[in-house]
């Protein structure tokens, strides 16, 4: 069936939920429906809402570069971040109609430009926020230091508080149950002769310091919990990074792309437990954009290319057991749908949102049908979905 016929099967069978497919945007002021997409346009200038019954909304908050990352566990609020020239950000929230506007983190150790707020993420449970916090600092006498630290705050914001000091932390997203915090750590160390190899602590000792610009910067999985009393190191690769870490349905396992250097990537996965041993699934490098799991926890979900002999990157379904470099299979989509990255599912795990070729699509995965959310409003961001909370903008009373 042509991808023309599918999408068109698609609308008539599930019309109630998709009439945005058929009739132009409602206007600003009509309350938006439920499952709700939110997504930052290609410009960066605006936030746009999308709702499967045809709300569309569009959010602009001033001149400065506009990135949307989650929604308050209730829906009624959006969580993002509003950039300036020279990587100073700071983290917002606001009401699905814009109004309310709330910068969230205060923070006075500093002086305006030396310090920065990325990558929020609410808990789904207690709604507090987790981020980066860069900050820029010069002691007496010493080199400028720049460092990026794991830190929270509460739903309503506040001053930072930390989870992590160690000098160079990313990348935080929350289990789905809000008891742990996952992220990767950076630390440097002195390499060897080839991208497997570091030198040995006895060949070092003693020695004058390596200068930090002459050592590599890799990261591990680290995991703490959300009162900050127990916190581990997943992986302990002895050379190489992790990236881009993804909780299982079940919070039982994480999976994440290792890379011994960059754009050669492997997908592994881990149990949350201290001393937990990872599981390679697969062992031919490729490039690894990004991944999601299926709703029943049974398979990952990844974009990559240069896999299998495809250089296009496609969503392939990964097993969790044997090897995926024969046995992932593609993930069933209408030939239109090409150049996937982003794949994120809808809190019920009926609907799926990714980006094709930088345009966002929505497939309903009942039915296999399809439609683009955005086909003249192209982007390059991850789309965020309401949480299942959420039944309405009527619904949202504060």
């Given amino acids: 069936m042509t991808g023309a016929r599918r999408a068109a099967v698609f609308v008539l069978s599930v019309a109630v939920l998709w009439l945005f497919a058929l009739l132009p945007a409602r206007a600003q002021s009509t309350p938006l429906g439920a499952p709700l997409i939110a997504a930052a346009s ?32 209730d829906g009624c ?13 700071r983290i917002y929230s606001a009401r699905l109609d814009g109004s309310d506007l709330r910068p969230l983190v205060q923070f006075a150790d500093l002086p305006t430009q030396d310090w920065s707020e990325w990558e929020p993420v609410v808990n789904p449970i207690d709604g507090r926020i987790a981020f980066t916090l860069f900050r820029r600092e010069t002691p007496p006498g010493s080199p400028v230091e720049e460092t990026y630290h794991i830190a929270w705050i509460p739903a309503e914001g506040g001053a930072p508080q930390f989870y992590s000091v160690s000098g160079d932390e990313h990348s935080p997203v929350w289990s789905h149950d809000g008891a742990w915090l996952a992220y990767v750590a950076y630390d440097g160390r002195i390499p060897g002769p080839d991208i497997f190899s570091t030198v040995p602590p006895t060949e070092t000792s003693g020695a004058t310091p390596v200068p930090k610009e002459q050592l ?6 680290w995991v703490v919990s959300v009162d900050g009393g127990t916190k581990y190191r997943l992986t302990a690769f002895p050379t190489g990074s992790v990236n881009r870490p993804v909780w299982s349905p079940d919070d039982l396992l994480i999976e994440f792309f290792y890379s011994p250097r960059a754009n050669n990537d492997t997908v592994w996965m881990i149990g949350n437990a201290d001393a937990a041993i990872p599981t390679q699934l697969n062992f031919e490098w490729m490039l690894g954009l990004d991944a999601t799991w299926l709703p029943d926890g049974n398979a990952i979900l990844a974009t990559m290319r240069d896999f299998q002999g495809i250089t296009e990157n496609r969503l392939w379904q ?18 239109a749908l090409r150049f996937i990255d982003y794949p994120r599912f809808s809190a019920d795990g009926r609907f799926l949102a990714l980006r094709s070729e930088y345009h966002l699509a929505v497939i309903d995965t009942t039915t296999g049908g399809w439609a683009w959310l955005d086909d003249s409003n192209p982007g ?16 949202c009373t504060e």
Avoid: C, K
Wanted: no cysteine.
């Fill in 42 to 73: 290609a410009q960066l200038d605006r936030i746009v809402l999308y709702d499967l019954s045809g709300g569309r909304r569009e959010l602009r908050f001033d001149t400065r570069e506009h990135m949307v990352w989650d929604f308050t566990p």
């Fill in 77 to 89: 609020r959006i969580v993002f971040t509003l950039d300036e020239p020279g990587g100073v950000s």
């Fill in 216 to 221: 590599l910067n890799e990261a591990d999985l």
């Fill in 318 to 335: 990964v097993p969790l057991v044997g090897n995926a470099d024969t046995e992932a299979v593609q993930y069933p989509l209408d030939s």
């Fill in 380 to 395: 390059n961001t991850p789309p965020a979905w309401s949480p299942a909370a959420y039944t309405g903008e009527t619904a």
